[in-house]
């Protein structure tokens, strides 16, 4: 049986791009969580008692 000819450069190139795209997007994802986070601090600080401000609805 012959033996497939496999273009290994080609794969090298895929996972490298694929590892790439990966980090990028996990950069993005935290940058997000962190900014987010910072919204909800500052909204935090401006509201200074949220349990007060909170009323729920209430179905009749």
Known sequence: MTQR???KE???RADRE???AL???RRHRE?????LREQRLAAG???ANPER????KLSS
């Open 31 to 35: 940058a997000k969580t962190a900014r």
């Open 10 to 12: 080609k794969f090298e």
């Open 5 to 7: 000819r496999v273009d």
């Open 45 to 47: 600080m401006a509201n």
């Open 53 to 56: 401000s909170y009323s729920p």
């Open 23 to 25: 980090e990028t997007e």
């Open 18 to 20: 694929a590892k790439f």
